[in-house]
């Protein structure tokens, strides 16, 4: 009776060590979890600083018919002079002349962030009695830049690669028609595949209301009729807040921008603003009642400017690149009359769907293991508990 008695008291003893043992190692765990902290989370820092450090470039090229209101908008937008020593032709002057790729850099500082911008310019495009192919010298400038990088990529120095790829075209539609003309459409036909093509209508201070969005609707109508593919805005993500998935809507809708350029600061409302002054009164650019100014800005400089470097690298690029290696590899095979050494197989097309559903697949598991981790922990602390209690009572 007294053996037994001693026993179940050394067992109750035994039960509570091992409990106060489990608990103080259920406890302890998070924490040993929190010391393990290796630091990666601090990469995001990391990438950030070495981007300040090296610094941005931006290659943005305007194009239209010459007197739209191109560099007034550009010096604008990034409120600069660019346009300091350009020499305007007259109209005898310009009957011979063909168009010029002219190239303005400018290095920008905001907050320690610095910014090379390039601005490539098109004097002369349109203006011509003949506009036949008048295109031509403003594609080949883009293809020769992407030449020029694939040649850089496949040589010694790679490190050091000045990117000149057209990360944006701003084409200017001009306000006084009835919609897109031939030579707007043959222009962004020969472009959408090369570069990011961004639809304006120029001068939209010469239009009402109404008339500018008439005028929206026939170019956006006419754009998916002739198949043209301007830039596209990437959708957003569905865990972004309801006000956001707003913006990002109204944004979408309001392509091809209305745009207004002014290089002189007016009084309006007792306010030094950017505007043009009239008899009749005063148009401010950066007034979103007056024109799209301000959305034009904000998706080009700050919303989705990496994003139009990175369709730019990823989609135009990688075209021209494939197009390059395929051109290569069927030249040897035909020169060398034999097998080429590359097979040359339709260029697969990456499947987005597909990633998105293995991540979701992998996260879900994760998310089992560890509900199911911490239910087993919960279910064999409660147990011992239950356990103790019972002995002791
Ligand atoms: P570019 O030849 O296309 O670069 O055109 P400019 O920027 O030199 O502008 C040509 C003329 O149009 C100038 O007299 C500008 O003041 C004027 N201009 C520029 N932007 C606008 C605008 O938004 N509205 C109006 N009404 N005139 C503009």
């Known amino acids: 009776m007294v053996a037994l008695r001693s026993f179940s008291s050394w067992e109750c003893c035994f039960e509570l060590i091992s409990l106060a043992l489990f608990l103080a190692l259920s406890l302890a765990l998070p924490l040993a979890q929190e010391k393990q902290y290796v630091g990666f989370a601090t990469l995001p820092n990391q990438v950030h600083r070495k981007s300040v450090k090296k610094g941005f470039d931006f290659t943005l090229m305007v194009a239209g018919e010459s007197g739209m209101g191109k560099s007034t908008l550009v010096n604008s937008l990034f409120l600069t002079d660019l346009y300091k020593d350009r020499k305007l032709l007259n109209a005898e002057e310009r009957i011979n002349q063909t168009v010029e790729i002219i190239k303005h850099t400018v290095d920008i500082e905001e907050k320690g962030v610095k910014l090379k911008l390039t601005i490539v310019d098109t004097p002369g495009f349109g203006d011509a009695v003949n506009n036949n192919e008048c295109w031509k010298p403003i594609t080949d400038y883009i293809d020769q830049q992407f030449e020029q990088y694939f040649r850089d990529e496949s040589g010694l120095n790679r490190k050091n690669i000045q990117d000149n790829r057209v990360h944006c075209c701003l084409y200017f539609i001009p306000p006084f028609g009835h919609g897109l003309r031939p030579v707007d459409v043959e222009f962004m036909k020969a472009l959408h595949e090369k570069v ?135 030249k040897l095979t035909q020169d060398n009359r034999m097998e080429s050494p590359i097979p040359m197989l339709p260029l697969p097309t990456p499947d987005v769907e597909t990633d998105r559903l293995i991540k979701m697949k992998d996260e879900e598991v994760i998310m089992f293991n560890i509900t199911q981790t911490a239910n087993e922990r919960v279910g064999s602390v409660s147990g011992a508990c239950a356990r103790a209690c019972r002995r002791y009572s």
């Open 196 to 330: 990011n093509v961004v639809p304006l209508i120029a001068k939209a201070d010469c239009l009402t209301p109404s008339e500018i969005k008439k005028l929206k609707d026939r170019v956006r109508d006419e754009i998916e009729r002739f198949g043209i593919k301007v830039y596209q805005f990437p959708e957003c993500d569905s865990d972004e807040d309801e006000e956001f998935k707003q913006l990002d809507k109204e944004l979408k809708e309001c392509c091809p921008f209305a745009v207004i350029g002014s290089n002189t600061v007016v009084e309006a409302r007792g306010q030094r603003v950017r505007g043009r002054l009239y008899p009749w009164g005063i148009v401010e650019v950066e007034n979103q009642s007056h024109c799209d100014f301000v959305k034009l800005r904000n998706i080009l400089i700050r919303s989705h400017m990496h994003d139009l470097k990175d369709v730019t690298c990823d989609m135009h690029y990688e075209n021209y690149r494939a197009q390059c290696i395929q051109d290569m590899t069927s």
